[in-house]
Protein backbone atom coordinates (compact mmCIF):
# COMPACT_ATOMS: atom_id res chain seq x y z
CA UNK A 1 0.00 0.00 0.00
CA UNK A 2 1.44 3.51 -0.87
CA UNK A 3 2.55 5.94 1.77
CA UNK A 4 -0.45 8.61 2.48
CA UNK A 5 0.35 11.55 1.11
CA UNK A 6 1.47 14.41 3.02
CA UNK A 7 0.69 17.83 3.11
CA UNK A 8 2.67 20.79 1.10
CA UNK A 9 2.52 22.66 4.55
CA UNK A 10 3.65 26.27 3.32
CA UNK A 11 4.09 29.43 6.10
CA UNK A 12 1.45 32.16 4.94
CA UNK A 13 2.13 35.44 5.58
CA UNK A 14 -1.15 36.78 5.84
CA UNK A 15 -2.20 34.46 8.66
CA UNK A 16 1.44 34.44 10.19
CA UNK A 17 1.48 30.74 10.59
CA UNK A 18 2.47 27.57 8.67
CA UNK A 19 -1.00 25.87 6.69
CA UNK A 20 -0.98 23.67 4.62
CA UNK A 21 -1.03 24.92 0.68
CA UNK A 22 -4.87 23.87 -0.33
CA UNK A 23 -5.58 24.67 -3.42
CA UNK A 24 -8.72 26.11 -5.07
CA UNK A 25 -9.39 22.94 -7.68
CA UNK A 26 -7.94 20.07 -6.77
CA UNK A 27 -4.30 19.04 -7.21
CA UNK A 28 -3.86 22.29 -9.59
CA UNK A 29 -1.58 25.19 -8.55
CA UNK A 30 -1.94 28.27 -9.30
CA UNK A 31 0.90 31.06 -8.50
CA UNK A 32 2.18 34.09 -9.10
CA UNK A 33 6.13 35.54 -8.86
CA UNK A 34 6.67 38.82 -9.04
CA UNK A 35 9.68 39.15 -11.33
CA UNK A 36 12.62 41.67 -11.44
CA UNK A 37 12.53 45.27 -12.92
CA UNK A 38 14.64 44.98 -16.11
CA UNK A 39 16.41 47.91 -15.68
CA UNK A 40 19.68 45.89 -15.31
CA UNK A 41 20.89 42.20 -14.35
CA UNK A 42 19.10 40.80 -11.84
CA UNK A 43 21.70 40.17 -8.51
CA UNK A 44 21.31 36.95 -6.59
CA UNK A 45 19.40 38.31 -3.95
CA UNK A 46 16.59 38.72 -6.89
CA UNK A 47 17.33 34.87 -8.06
CA UNK A 48 17.13 33.59 -4.35
CA UNK A 49 13.64 34.90 -4.40
CA UNK A 50 12.87 33.62 -8.10
CA UNK A 51 13.76 30.14 -6.35
CA UNK A 52 11.53 29.84 -3.86
CA UNK A 53 8.99 30.14 -6.29
CA UNK A 54 10.56 27.67 -8.62
CA UNK A 55 10.98 24.85 -5.22
CA UNK A 56 7.37 25.82 -4.75
CA UNK A 57 6.89 24.57 -8.18
CA UNK A 58 8.59 21.35 -8.14
CA UNK A 59 7.54 20.29 -5.17
CA UNK A 60 3.84 20.54 -6.14
CA UNK A 61 4.65 18.79 -9.10
CA UNK A 62 6.55 16.02 -7.05
CA UNK A 63 3.58 15.52 -5.22
CA UNK A 64 1.52 15.04 -8.90
CA UNK A 65 0.03 17.99 -8.70
CA UNK A 66 -0.51 20.37 -11.79
CA UNK A 67 0.82 23.81 -11.67
CA UNK A 68 0.00 26.85 -13.61
CA UNK A 69 3.27 29.47 -12.74
CA UNK A 70 3.00 33.02 -14.10
CA UNK A 71 6.09 35.33 -13.10
CA UNK A 72 6.37 38.53 -14.90
CA UNK A 73 8.94 41.16 -16.06
CA UNK A 74 8.44 44.37 -15.16
CA UNK A 75 9.45 46.59 -18.40
CA UNK A 76 8.06 49.84 -17.48
CA UNK A 77 10.58 52.35 -15.70
CA UNK A 78 9.56 53.24 -12.06
CA UNK A 79 10.59 55.34 -9.73
CA UNK A 80 13.94 54.57 -7.79
CA UNK A 81 12.24 55.06 -3.82
CA UNK A 82 9.37 52.21 -4.74
CA UNK A 83 9.77 51.06 -1.07
CA UNK A 84 7.28 53.75 -0.02
CA UNK A 85 3.84 53.39 -0.67
CA UNK A 86 3.59 56.07 -3.18
CA UNK A 87 6.96 56.27 -4.91
CA UNK A 88 9.00 59.46 -6.30
CA UNK A 89 12.34 60.13 -7.17
CA UNK A 90 13.95 59.58 -10.55
CA UNK A 91 13.07 56.72 -13.24
CA UNK A 92 14.94 53.90 -13.38
CA UNK A 93 14.67 52.70 -16.32
CA UNK A 94 15.93 56.40 -17.59
CA UNK A 95 18.78 56.53 -15.10
CA UNK A 96 19.96 53.32 -16.79
CA UNK A 97 19.98 54.44 -19.88
CA UNK A 98 21.77 57.54 -19.14
CA UNK A 99 24.46 55.92 -17.49
CA UNK A 100 27.63 54.96 -18.57
CA UNK A 101 25.79 51.00 -19.40
CA UNK A 102 23.09 52.29 -21.13
CA UNK A 103 25.27 54.37 -23.27
CA UNK A 104 24.81 51.11 -25.57
CA UNK A 105 21.01 50.93 -26.30
CA UNK A 106 18.93 53.01 -28.61
CA UNK A 107 15.98 54.24 -25.74
CA UNK A 108 14.56 52.58 -22.79
CA UNK A 109 12.72 49.99 -25.14
CA UNK A 110 15.90 48.81 -26.52
CA UNK A 111 17.31 48.28 -22.97
CA UNK A 112 14.59 46.85 -21.51
CA UNK A 113 14.84 44.02 -24.13
CA UNK A 114 18.46 43.53 -23.31
CA UNK A 115 17.79 43.26 -19.86
CA UNK A 116 14.72 40.67 -20.51
CA UNK A 117 16.68 38.41 -22.59
CA UNK A 118 19.61 38.35 -20.17
CA UNK A 119 17.77 37.37 -17.11
CA UNK A 120 15.63 34.64 -19.22
CA UNK A 121 19.34 33.48 -20.06
CA UNK A 122 20.28 33.87 -16.15
CA UNK A 123 17.43 32.00 -15.44
CA UNK A 124 17.73 29.14 -17.36
CA UNK A 125 20.99 28.24 -16.33
CA UNK A 126 20.28 28.01 -13.11
CA UNK A 127 18.00 25.61 -14.15
CA UNK A 128 14.52 27.35 -12.69
CA UNK A 129 11.71 25.98 -14.83
CA UNK A 130 10.46 28.15 -17.02
CA UNK A 131 7.14 29.72 -15.95
CA UNK A 132 4.12 29.25 -18.29
CA UNK A 133 3.34 33.49 -18.88
CA UNK A 134 5.71 35.74 -18.17
CA UNK A 135 3.77 38.82 -19.41
CA UNK A 136 5.24 41.92 -19.18
CA UNK A 137 3.97 45.43 -18.39
CA UNK A 138 4.34 46.78 -21.20
CA UNK A 139 2.27 44.99 -22.90
CA UNK A 140 -1.10 45.17 -20.61
CA UNK A 141 -1.62 48.33 -20.99
CA UNK A 142 -4.72 48.36 -21.95
CA UNK A 143 -5.75 45.76 -19.09
CA UNK A 144 -4.44 48.66 -16.01
CA UNK A 145 -6.18 51.62 -17.71
CA UNK A 146 -9.27 49.26 -17.71
CA UNK A 147 -8.73 48.39 -14.07
CA UNK A 148 -8.33 51.86 -13.14
CA UNK A 149 -11.05 52.90 -15.23
CA UNK A 150 -13.50 50.44 -13.10
CA UNK A 151 -12.23 51.29 -10.23
CA UNK A 152 -12.88 55.55 -10.45
CA UNK A 153 -16.05 54.03 -11.10
CA UNK A 154 -16.95 52.05 -8.06
CA UNK A 155 -15.65 54.83 -6.11
CA UNK A 156 -12.44 53.37 -5.07
CA UNK A 157 -10.00 55.99 -6.76
CA UNK A 158 -10.27 59.46 -8.19
CA UNK A 159 -8.62 61.88 -10.15
CA UNK A 160 -6.39 64.82 -9.37
CA UNK A 161 -4.91 67.46 -11.54
CA UNK A 162 -1.37 64.90 -11.64
CA UNK A 163 -2.34 61.40 -10.76
CA UNK A 164 -5.25 58.95 -10.13
CA UNK A 165 -5.10 57.85 -6.73
CA UNK A 166 -6.29 55.09 -5.15
CA UNK A 167 -8.58 55.68 -2.21
CA UNK A 168 -7.13 53.62 0.74
CA UNK A 169 -10.48 55.05 3.24
CA UNK A 170 -12.60 52.92 0.61
CA UNK A 171 -10.84 49.33 1.19
CA UNK A 172 -10.81 48.68 5.20
CA UNK A 173 -8.76 45.60 5.08
CA UNK A 174 -6.21 47.68 3.74
CA UNK A 175 -2.65 46.48 6.19
CA UNK A 176 -3.77 43.14 6.84
CA UNK A 177 -1.22 42.02 4.86
CA UNK A 178 1.78 43.65 6.38
CA UNK A 179 0.00 44.44 9.95
CA UNK A 180 0.78 48.27 8.77
CA UNK A 181 -3.29 49.11 9.28
CA UNK A 182 -3.01 52.15 11.43
CA UNK A 183 -1.32 54.34 14.11
CA UNK A 184 2.73 54.95 13.94
CA UNK A 185 3.25 51.81 11.95
CA UNK A 186 1.13 53.10 9.06
CA UNK A 187 2.23 56.82 9.69
CA UNK A 188 6.16 55.38 9.37
CA UNK A 189 5.57 53.78 6.57
CA UNK A 190 3.71 56.60 4.28
CA UNK A 191 6.14 59.62 5.24
CA UNK A 192 8.49 59.88 2.94
CA UNK A 193 5.21 59.67 0.34
CA UNK A 194 4.92 62.42 -2.68
CA UNK A 195 3.68 65.18 -1.54
CA UNK A 196 0.49 66.28 -3.54
CA UNK A 197 -2.23 68.71 -2.15
CA UNK A 198 -4.79 66.85 -5.06
CA UNK A 199 -4.36 63.60 -2.61
CA UNK A 200 -7.24 63.16 -0.47
CA UNK A 201 -5.88 61.05 2.22
CA UNK A 202 -1.24 61.16 2.49
CA UNK A 203 -1.89 56.78 2.29
CA UNK A 204 -3.73 56.98 -1.42
CA UNK A 205 -1.12 55.97 -3.77
CA UNK A 206 -1.06 56.29 -7.60
CA UNK A 207 -2.68 54.13 -9.89
CA UNK A 208 -1.76 56.31 -12.78
CA UNK A 209 0.91 58.88 -13.19
CA UNK A 210 0.42 61.91 -16.05
CA UNK A 211 3.00 62.50 -17.13
CA UNK A 212 3.92 63.80 -20.71
CA UNK A 213 7.97 63.54 -20.25
CA UNK A 214 8.26 60.16 -19.48
CA UNK A 215 10.26 57.99 -21.44
CA UNK A 216 7.85 55.32 -21.82
CA UNK A 217 4.35 57.26 -22.10
CA UNK A 218 0.83 55.84 -22.83
CA UNK A 219 -2.30 57.46 -23.59
CA UNK A 220 -4.93 57.18 -21.06
CA UNK A 221 -8.67 58.49 -20.41
CA UNK A 222 -6.19 61.21 -17.94
CA UNK A 223 -3.93 61.87 -20.34
CA UNK A 224 -0.81 60.93 -21.55
CA UNK A 225 1.03 58.94 -18.25
CA UNK A 226 1.99 55.52 -17.08
CA UNK A 227 1.03 53.31 -14.77
CA UNK A 228 1.42 53.05 -10.89
CA UNK A 229 3.74 50.01 -10.17
CA UNK A 230 1.40 47.84 -7.85
CA UNK A 231 -0.92 48.02 -10.59
CA UNK A 232 0.46 45.32 -13.07
CA UNK A 233 1.07 42.61 -10.96
CA UNK A 234 -2.26 42.47 -9.62
CA UNK A 235 -4.05 43.11 -13.32
CA UNK A 236 -1.97 40.35 -14.96
CA UNK A 237 -1.94 37.39 -12.15
CA UNK A 238 -5.55 37.91 -12.64
CA UNK A 239 -5.46 37.78 -15.99
CA UNK A 240 -3.81 34.50 -16.23
CA UNK A 241 -4.70 33.26 -13.02
CA UNK A 242 -8.51 34.14 -12.53
CA UNK A 243 -9.80 36.05 -9.48
CA UNK A 244 -8.49 34.59 -6.86
CA UNK A 245 -4.92 33.28 -6.50
CA UNK A 246 -3.89 29.95 -4.82
CA UNK A 247 -0.53 31.23 -3.90
CA UNK A 248 1.57 35.04 -4.49
CA UNK A 249 4.95 35.18 -3.69
CA UNK A 250 7.90 37.53 -3.97
CA UNK A 251 10.77 39.00 -1.46
CA UNK A 252 10.22 40.21 1.88
CA UNK A 253 10.23 43.47 1.05
CA UNK A 254 7.15 43.34 -1.15
CA UNK A 255 5.28 43.04 1.77
CA UNK A 256 4.62 46.66 1.98
CA UNK A 257 4.04 48.26 0.24
CA UNK A 258 3.60 46.82 -2.92
CA UNK A 259 1.59 43.19 -2.20
CA UNK A 260 -0.47 45.78 0.07
CA UNK A 261 -1.50 47.22 -2.56
CA UNK A 262 -1.86 44.59 -5.24
CA UNK A 263 -4.86 43.27 -2.42
CA UNK A 264 -6.52 46.56 -1.98
CA UNK A 265 -6.81 46.83 -6.01
CA UNK A 266 -7.72 43.31 -6.74
CA UNK A 267 -10.35 42.84 -3.71
CA UNK A 268 -11.94 46.08 -4.76
CA UNK A 269 -12.18 45.27 -8.51
CA UNK A 270 -13.58 41.59 -7.68
CA UNK A 271 -15.01 42.09 -3.80
CA UNK A 272 -13.14 38.35 -3.46
CA UNK A 273 -9.63 37.58 -2.30
CA UNK A 274 -7.21 37.90 -4.24
CA UNK A 275 -4.46 35.39 -3.11
CA UNK A 276 -4.73 32.30 -0.22
CA UNK A 277 -1.56 32.20 0.57
CA UNK A 278 1.36 34.57 0.37
CA UNK A 279 4.86 33.47 0.96
CA UNK A 280 7.71 35.93 1.21
CA UNK A 281 11.78 35.40 0.85
CA UNK A 282 13.89 36.84 3.29
CA UNK A 283 16.68 38.85 1.92
CA UNK A 284 19.91 37.48 0.87
CA UNK A 285 22.93 39.37 2.24
CA UNK A 286 26.61 38.85 1.00
CA UNK A 287 29.18 38.02 3.82
CA UNK A 288 27.27 39.55 6.24
CA UNK A 289 26.79 43.37 4.95
CA UNK A 290 24.02 43.99 2.85
CA UNK A 291 24.25 43.93 -0.79
CA UNK A 292 25.12 47.25 -2.41
CA UNK A 293 27.08 48.42 -5.28
CA UNK A 294 28.68 51.06 -2.88
CA UNK A 295 30.42 48.58 -0.46
CA UNK A 296 31.33 46.47 -3.99
CA UNK A 297 30.01 42.92 -2.50
CA UNK A 298 26.94 43.52 -5.03
CA UNK A 299 27.29 40.24 -7.37
CA UNK A 300 24.73 39.39 -10.26
CA UNK A 301 24.38 36.17 -11.65
CA UNK A 302 27.10 36.43 -14.34
CA UNK A 303 29.68 38.12 -12.43
CA UNK A 304 29.70 35.05 -10.62
CA UNK A 305 28.95 32.20 -13.37
CA UNK A 306 30.91 34.12 -16.64
CA UNK A 307 33.96 32.47 -17.41
CA UNK A 308 37.17 34.01 -16.24
CA UNK A 309 37.70 35.47 -20.15
CA UNK A 310 34.58 37.39 -20.21
CA UNK A 311 35.38 39.08 -16.77
CA UNK A 312 33.22 36.52 -14.73
CA UNK A 313 34.74 34.51 -12.17
CA UNK A 314 33.87 31.07 -13.34
CA UNK A 315 31.21 29.85 -10.94
CA UNK A 316 30.03 26.95 -12.00
CA UNK A 317 25.64 27.59 -12.27
CA UNK A 318 24.62 24.75 -10.16
CA UNK A 319 27.32 25.29 -7.19
CA UNK A 320 25.66 28.72 -7.36
CA UNK A 321 21.74 27.69 -7.34
CA UNK A 322 22.93 25.20 -4.74
CA UNK A 323 24.62 27.30 -2.62
CA UNK A 324 21.18 30.32 -2.99
CA UNK A 325 18.78 27.38 -1.64
CA UNK A 326 21.50 26.09 1.07
CA UNK A 327 19.40 28.15 3.34
CA UNK A 328 15.86 28.39 4.32
CA UNK A 329 14.07 30.86 2.65
CA UNK A 330 11.95 32.60 5.98
CA UNK A 331 15.94 33.26 7.22
CA UNK A 332 18.05 36.01 5.92
CA UNK A 333 20.35 34.39 4.18
CA UNK A 334 23.90 34.90 4.56
CA UNK A 335 25.51 34.44 0.84
CA UNK A 336 29.59 33.69 1.56
CA UNK A 337 32.57 32.31 -0.90
CA UNK A 338 33.21 29.99 1.62
CA UNK A 339 30.17 28.30 1.48
CA UNK A 340 30.13 28.37 -2.35
CA UNK A 341 33.04 26.36 -2.46
CA UNK A 342 31.72 24.14 0.07
CA UNK A 343 28.36 23.90 -2.49
CA UNK A 344 30.73 23.52 -5.27
CA UNK A 345 32.08 20.50 -3.97
CA UNK A 346 28.65 19.07 -3.48
CA UNK A 347 28.06 19.37 -7.24
CA UNK A 348 31.03 17.53 -7.83
CA UNK A 349 29.59 14.51 -5.95
CA UNK A 350 26.67 14.67 -8.37
CA UNK A 351 28.98 14.87 -11.33
CA UNK A 352 31.22 12.10 -10.11
CA UNK A 353 27.85 10.06 -9.15
CA UNK A 354 26.13 10.95 -12.95
CA UNK A 355 29.21 9.68 -14.66
CA UNK A 356 29.55 7.01 -12.73
CA UNK A 357 26.12 5.60 -13.48
CA UNK A 358 26.11 6.51 -16.82
CA UNK A 359 29.09 4.70 -17.60
CA UNK A 360 27.88 0.97 -16.01
CA UNK A 361 25.09 1.60 -17.89
CA UNK A 362 27.01 1.23 -20.86
CA UNK A 363 28.85 -1.27 -19.96
CA UNK A 364 28.28 -4.61 -20.99
CA UNK A 365 24.70 -5.95 -19.45
CA UNK A 366 25.69 -8.05 -16.22
CA UNK A 367 23.47 -10.11 -14.41
CA UNK A 368 23.05 -9.55 -10.90
CA UNK A 369 20.32 -7.53 -8.07
CA UNK A 370 19.84 -3.88 -7.28
CA UNK A 371 21.53 -2.86 -4.32
CA UNK A 372 20.88 0.88 -4.59
CA UNK A 373 17.27 1.21 -5.04
CA UNK A 374 16.24 -0.10 -1.96
CA UNK A 375 18.87 2.42 -0.20
CA UNK A 376 17.60 5.49 -2.32
CA UNK A 377 13.93 5.32 -2.43
CA UNK A 378 13.62 5.72 1.23
CA UNK A 379 16.20 8.53 0.81
CA UNK A 380 13.93 10.51 -1.88
CA UNK A 381 10.70 10.23 0.68
CA UNK A 382 12.89 12.36 2.92
CA UNK A 383 13.57 14.75 0.98
CA UNK A 384 10.32 15.11 -0.19
CA UNK A 385 9.06 15.22 3.14
CA UNK A 386 11.59 17.74 3.57
CA UNK A 387 10.70 20.39 0.59
CA UNK A 388 6.36 19.39 1.92
CA UNK A 389 7.37 21.01 5.31
CA UNK A 390 7.44 24.81 4.28
CA UNK A 391 10.91 24.14 2.01
CA UNK A 392 13.62 22.72 4.23
CA UNK A 393 16.02 22.97 1.77
CA UNK A 394 19.09 22.53 3.98
CA UNK A 395 17.64 19.11 5.57
CA UNK A 396 16.34 18.44 1.66
CA UNK A 397 19.93 18.99 0.26
CA UNK A 398 22.17 17.49 3.23
CA UNK A 399 19.75 14.02 2.45
CA UNK A 400 20.09 13.97 -1.05
CA UNK A 401 23.78 14.18 -0.53
CA UNK A 402 23.75 11.08 1.57
CA UNK A 403 22.01 9.64 -1.70
CA UNK A 404 24.87 10.93 -4.33
CA UNK A 405 27.77 9.53 -1.66
CA UNK A 406 25.78 6.16 -1.72
CA UNK A 407 26.27 6.45 -5.53
CA UNK A 408 29.63 6.88 -5.25
CA UNK A 409 30.53 4.20 -2.58
CA UNK A 410 28.55 1.47 -4.37
CA UNK A 411 31.54 -0.92 -4.93
CA UNK A 412 29.34 -2.95 -7.44
CA UNK A 413 27.71 -0.84 -9.74
CA UNK A 414 25.46 -3.39 -11.94
CA UNK A 415 23.09 -2.81 -14.54
CA UNK A 416 20.43 -3.21 -12.47
CA UNK A 417 22.08 -1.03 -9.71
CA UNK A 418 22.86 2.20 -11.97
CA UNK A 419 19.31 1.85 -13.15
CA UNK A 420 17.98 2.78 -9.90
CA UNK A 421 21.07 5.36 -9.29
CA UNK A 422 19.75 6.86 -12.99
CA UNK A 423 16.30 7.83 -12.25
CA UNK A 424 16.87 8.72 -8.61
CA UNK A 425 19.16 11.50 -9.56
CA UNK A 426 16.55 12.02 -12.43
CA UNK A 427 13.75 12.80 -9.51
CA UNK A 428 16.27 14.32 -7.56
CA UNK A 429 17.07 17.10 -10.16
CA UNK A 430 13.02 17.38 -11.10
CA UNK A 431 12.51 18.42 -6.98
CA UNK A 432 15.42 20.15 -6.07
CA UNK A 433 17.03 21.55 -9.44
CA UNK A 434 20.43 20.42 -8.39
CA UNK A 435 22.18 17.70 -11.00
CA UNK A 436 25.52 17.50 -11.97
CA UNK A 437 27.69 20.26 -13.70
CA UNK A 438 27.36 20.57 -17.41
CA UNK A 439 30.29 19.72 -19.79
CA UNK A 440 32.62 23.08 -19.84
CA UNK A 441 32.71 25.08 -23.26
CA UNK A 442 35.96 23.01 -23.96
CA UNK A 443 34.22 20.05 -23.30
CA UNK A 444 31.51 20.54 -25.70
CA UNK A 445 33.75 22.29 -28.24
CA UNK A 446 34.35 18.43 -29.36
CA UNK A 447 31.90 17.08 -31.02
CA UNK A 448 32.98 13.31 -30.52
CA UNK A 449 32.74 13.29 -27.06
CA UNK A 450 28.93 14.63 -27.32
CA UNK A 451 28.16 11.72 -29.95
CA UNK A 452 29.65 9.36 -27.88
CA UNK A 453 27.59 10.21 -24.67
CA UNK A 454 24.56 10.11 -26.93
CA UNK A 455 25.45 6.88 -28.54
CA UNK A 456 26.14 5.39 -25.17
CA UNK A 457 22.82 6.44 -23.54
CA UNK A 458 21.15 4.79 -26.84
CA UNK A 459 22.44 2.15 -26.16
CA UNK A 460 21.45 1.40 -22.65
CA UNK A 461 17.98 2.91 -23.61
CA UNK A 462 17.63 -0.30 -26.40
CA UNK A 463 18.90 -2.73 -23.36
CA UNK A 464 16.45 -1.76 -21.74
CA UNK A 465 13.56 -1.90 -24.40
CA UNK A 466 14.78 -5.58 -24.87
CA UNK A 467 14.19 -5.83 -21.13
CA UNK A 468 10.91 -4.75 -21.50
CA UNK A 469 11.62 -1.55 -18.83
CA UNK A 470 10.05 0.86 -20.44
CA UNK A 471 10.36 3.45 -16.98
CA UNK A 472 13.85 3.65 -17.81
CA UNK A 473 13.85 3.46 -21.82
CA UNK A 474 11.13 6.86 -21.41
CA UNK A 475 13.56 7.81 -18.73
CA UNK A 476 16.46 7.77 -21.29
CA UNK A 477 14.90 9.10 -23.69
CA UNK A 478 13.80 12.36 -21.92
CA UNK A 479 17.58 12.62 -20.93
CA UNK A 480 17.96 13.32 -24.31
CA UNK A 481 15.60 15.34 -25.34
CA UNK A 482 16.95 17.92 -22.64
CA UNK A 483 20.26 17.38 -23.82
CA UNK A 484 18.52 18.45 -27.78
CA UNK A 485 18.65 15.39 -29.47
CA UNK A 486 15.41 13.79 -31.42
CA UNK A 487 15.42 10.01 -32.01
CA UNK A 488 14.33 7.98 -35.06
CA UNK A 489 13.85 4.27 -34.19
CA UNK A 490 13.88 2.40 -37.01
CA UNK A 491 14.50 -1.41 -38.71
CA UNK A 492 17.69 -0.37 -38.95
CA UNK A 493 18.22 0.99 -35.37
CA UNK A 494 18.26 4.00 -33.56
CA UNK A 495 18.99 7.09 -35.62
CA UNK A 496 19.50 10.59 -33.70
CA UNK A 497 19.93 14.36 -34.68
CA UNK A 498 20.62 17.52 -32.72
CA UNK A 499 17.44 19.39 -32.74
CA UNK A 500 19.71 22.86 -33.10
CA UNK A 501 21.31 21.44 -35.86
CA UNK A 502 20.27 23.54 -38.58
CA UNK A 503 21.39 20.24 -41.33
CA UNK A 504 19.24 18.40 -39.30
CA UNK A 505 21.36 15.26 -40.89
CA UNK A 506 20.05 12.22 -38.75
CA UNK A 507 23.19 10.07 -37.56
P1 LIG B 1 13.05 43.96 -8.01
O1 LIG B 1 13.70 43.84 -9.35
O2 LIG B 1 13.76 44.89 -7.07
O3 LIG B 1 11.57 44.26 -8.13
O4 LIG B 1 13.15 42.54 -7.29
C1 LIG B 1 12.67 41.32 -7.84
C2 LIG B 1 12.46 40.32 -6.72
O5 LIG B 1 13.68 40.09 -5.98
C3 LIG B 1 11.45 40.77 -5.67
O6 LIG B 1 10.66 39.66 -5.27
C4 LIG B 1 12.31 41.26 -4.52
O7 LIG B 1 11.64 41.18 -3.29
C5 LIG B 1 13.46 40.27 -4.58
N1 LIG B 1 14.70 40.75 -3.95
C6 LIG B 1 15.34 41.95 -4.14
N2 LIG B 1 16.47 42.02 -3.42
C7 LIG B 1 16.60 40.84 -2.75
C8 LIG B 1 17.57 40.29 -1.82
N3 LIG B 1 18.68 40.95 -1.45
N4 LIG B 1 17.32 39.04 -1.34
C9 LIG B 1 16.23 38.34 -1.71
N5 LIG B 1 15.29 38.80 -2.57
C10 LIG B 1 15.46 40.04 -3.09
ZN1 LIG C 1 4.78 42.36 -8.21
Known sequence: MSKPAKPFRLYNTLLRSTEPLVTQEPNHLTLYSCGPTVYSYAHIGNFRSFLTSD???RTAQAIGWKTTYVSNVTDVGHLT?????????????????????????????????????????DWNQLNLLAPQVRPRATQHMREQIQAIEQLVESGHAYEAPNAVYFSVDSFPNYGKLSGNTSGDELETAVRNVVVDDGKRDPRDFALWKKDEKHLMQWHSPWGWGFPGWHLECSVMAQQYLGDTLDLHAGGEDLIFPHHECEIAQAESL???????????????????????????????VR???APEDEGGRGVPPMALRYALISGHYRKPYNFTF???????????????????VNKALTAASEAGDDHLGPVLEPIYERVLDAMLEDLNTPSALAAALEGVKAIQAADDLNVASARSARMWLDRIEKLLGIKGNEPTRTETAEPDAFAQRVEAMIRSRNEARAAKDWTFADAVRDELTALGVELKDGADGTMWRRTDDLAGTWR
Open 338 to 356: QTLRACAGHVNRYTEAEAR
Open 55 to 57: LIV
Open 270 to 300: TGKPFARHWVHTRFLQVEGEKMAKSAGNFFT
Open 303 to 305: DLV
Open 81 to 121: EDDVADSSGEDKMARALHSKGGQQFANVWDLARHYTEVLIN
